[in-house]
C-alpha cells in the first residue's frame, strides 16, 4: 500500500507538472513492483521513472526506463495503452532534444499505430507528427499532417484543451504558405477569450502577420511576446526579430536598445544550456557507471555461480567415486575397461570410413575446381561481349534522343517564338498546361535555345521532369508566381527549385 501511493504521488506530481528532483522514491517504487507488481503495475512504475529522470535532464536513464516500460506493454497481453502511447512521445521529444529527428520521428510513428489500432488517436499525437516531419524538412508530410489535426479540431470545435494545437498548426501552415488553412485557424482561436489563449499563440501569430497581414503587425506580436514570456529562448527569438526589424527602418535607436536586449538572451541562453550540457555529461558518466557496477555485480554472480556448481559436481563425483569402489571394486572396473576397449574399436572404425569419405570428397573437390575454372572463363568471356552491348545500346540511346529531339522540333506547327509568346501570356493568369502544350513548348525551346538542354544535362546530371518543366520556363523569362500558375506546384515548391536551379546554373 506505501509503494503504491507513493507511485500515485509521482503520477499526481508529473500531470500537475511539478518538476522531479530525485530519483529515490521511484527507484525503491520499481524495484518492490519489479518483484511484487503485475504487468501494468511495472509498465507505470518504469514511465513515471523516465518522468522523474526526463526532469533531472537524465536523458540516457530517462531512455532506458521508457524503452523498459514499452517492453513490458509488448510482452503482456494486459497493459495500459494510454501509458504506452505517453511513453512513445515521451521517447519522441527526447531523441527531438538530443537532435536525432529520424528516431523522433520513428517512435511516434510507432505510438502512431498503437494509438489508431485501438482508437486512442487525438489531434495532440498528429500534430507530433507534423512537427517531426517539419525538422526533418519534409513539407508535404508535415502539411498533411496538420490538416489532419485541423480536421479533427474542425469537428471537435477548439477549446482550452486544444488551443496550443491549433496554434501550432497555424504556425505550420503560415511558415509554408498555406494561407487559407492559416486563416481558418486564425479565426477558430479568435473565438477563445483572452484569458484562453493558449502559451504558444504570440509565437505562432508572428508567423501569421509576418507572412499573411503585414511585418509592422508582427512587430507589436514580437513585443508582446518578449514583454509576456517567461521563456529564455522566446526572449531571445523576439529581440533577435525586434533588432533586425528596427534596423531595417533605420531606427537605429531602438535598434541598439533591441540589440543589447539580445545580447543579455544570448547570454542567458549560453549559461542554461551550458548548464543542461554540465548537467547532461554528468548524469551520462554516472549513468555509465552505473552500467559498470551492474555488469561487475552480475559477473560476480555469474563466478559465484560457476564456483559452486563446480564444488557440488567435484562433491557429488568423488562421493560416486567412493561408492563404487566400495560395491563394485573389482568386477565394475573390468566390465568399465572391456567397455572403453569396444568404444575404441567402433570408434577407429568410423574414423577408417570417414578417412575414405574424406578422400573421395578431396577427388569431387578437384573435379568441381576445374569446372569452376571453365566457368570462370567462359563467364570472363561472356563479361566482355556484355561490355560491348552495352557500349551499343548506350549508343542507340543517344541516336534515339536526337532522332527524337529534331522529330519534336520538326513537328511544331507554330513559330517558336510565337508559342514562346502564347505561354507568357497564358502565365499571367491560373492555367495548367496539358502534356501536348508542354510537348510544343520543350520543342520550341529547344528550337530557340539549341544549346541549352545539352547545357541542363552536363549541369544537372540527373533531373526530375517537374525540375526539368520549371527550367524550360525559367528560360523563357517566366517568374515564380507566373510559374506557379502553370504548373500549380505550391509557392514555396517552386521558389525552392529556382534557388536550386540558379545556383547549379550559375556555378
Known amino acids: 500500500m506505501k509503494n503504491k501511493l507513493a507511485l500515485l504521488d509521482t503520477r499526481l506530481r508529473d500531470k500537475a507538472y511539478i518538476m522531479h528532483t530525485k530519483d529515490d522514491s521511484i527507484k525503491a517504487i520499481c524495484s518492490f513492483f519489479d518483484k511484487h507488481g503485475t504487468a501494468i503495475e511495472r509498465q507505470e512504475a518504469y514511465y513515471y521513472m523516465g518522468s522523474v529522470y526526463r526532469d533531472i535532464n537524465d536523458y540516457p536513464n530517462a531512455v532506458t526506463s521508457f524503452l523498459k516500460s514499452i517492453s513490458i506493454s509488448k510482452k503482456n497481453e494486459n497493459f495500459d495503452v494510454a501509458i504506452l502511447n505517453c511513453a512513445y512521445s515521451q521517447l519522441s521529444f527526447i531523441y527531438k532534444q538530443q537532435l536525432n529527428y529520424q528516431e523522433a520521428l520513428n517512435i511516434i510513428l510507432d505510438g502512431v499505430a498503437v ?31 496538420a490538416n489532419i489535426v485541423l480536421q479533427m479540431i474542425e469537428k471537435r470545435g477548439v477549446s482550452k484543451n486544444n488551443a496550443d494545437i491549433l496554434s501550432s498548426a497555424m504556425g505550420i501552415f503560415s511558415a509554408y504558405g498555406y494561407k487559407n488553412n492559416a486563416d481558418i485557424c486564425y479565426k477558430m482561436l479568435k473565438q477563445l477569450p483572452e484569458t484562453s489563449m493558449p502559451f504558444n499563440y504570440l509565437t505562432n501569430l508572428t508567423y501569421y502577420l509576418t507572412n499573411f497581414v503585414s511585418i509592422d503587425s508582427a512587430a507589436l506580436a514580437r513585443l508582446e511576446l518578449y514583454n509576456t514570456t517567461d521563456m529564455v529562448e522566446s526572449k531571445y527569438d523576439a529581440t533577435r526579430w525586434l533588432t533586425h526589424y528596427y534596423a531595417h527602418k533605420k531606427e537605429y535607436k531602438e535598434a541598439t536598445m533591441w540589440a543589447i536586449n539580445f545580447m543579455n538572451a544570448n547570454n542567458e541562453l549560453i549559461e542554461k544550456r551550458q548548464f543542461e550540457h554540465t548537467t547532461n555529461a554528468k548524469n551520462f558518466f554516472q549513468y555509465q557507471r552505473d552500467k559498470e557496477e551492474e555488469l561487475s555485480i552480475m559477473q560476480k554472480a555469474a563466478q559465484d555461480r560457476q564456483n559452486l556448481t563446480i564444488t557440488i ?65 567462359s563467364n570472363s568471356r561472356l563479361a566482355g561481349q556484355l561490355h560491348c552491348a552495352e557500349k551499343d545500346f548506350k549508343m542507340l540511346v543517344a541516336q534515339n534522343r536526337e532522332l527524337t529531339k529534331l522529330t519534336l522540333m520538326n513537328n511544331i506547327s507554330e513559330n517558336a517564338k510565337d508559342i514562346v509568346d502564347k505561354i507568357k501570356k497564358t502565365s499571367q493568369g491560373k492555367y495548367h498546361l496539358n502534356d501536348e502544350e508542354w510537348k510544343e513548348l520543350l520543342g520550341a525551346v529547344d528550337k530557340l535555345y539549341p544549346e541549352f538542354t545539352y547545357e541542363v544535362q552536363l549541369k544537372f546530371k540527373k533531373i526530375s521532369e517537374p525540375m526539368l518543366r520549371v527550367c524550360y520556363l525559367l528560360k523563357i523569362g517566366l517568374s515564380g508566381p507566373e510559374i506557379v500558375n502553370l504548373t500549380d506546384y505550391p509557392r514555396q515548391t517552386v521558389w525552392d527549385r529556382i534557388k536550386r536551379i540558379e545556383k547549379i546554373m550559375n556555378s
Open 313 to 377: 559436481a567435484v562433491s557429488v563425483i568423488i562421493l560416486l567415486s567412493g561408492v563404487i569402489f566400495y560395491f563394485y571394486r573389482k568386477k565394475r572396473l573390468l566390465d568399465i575397461i572391456i567397455s572403453k576397449e569396444q568404444s575404441i574399436k567402433k570408434v577407429r572404425s568410423i574414423i577408417e570410413e570417414k578417412e575414405k569419405e574424406l578422400a573421395c570428397g578431396k577427388k569431387e573437390l578437384e573435379q568441381m575446381e576445374n569446372k569452376l575454372g571453365l566457368l570462370t572463363t
Open 115 to 145: 494509438a489508431e489500432k485501438n482508437g486512442l488517436e487525438d489531434e495532440r499525437l498528429y500534430m507530433s507528427v507534423c512537427h517531426r516531419y517539419s525538422d526533418l524538412n519534409d513539407t508535404l508530410l508535415s502539411i498533411k499532417y
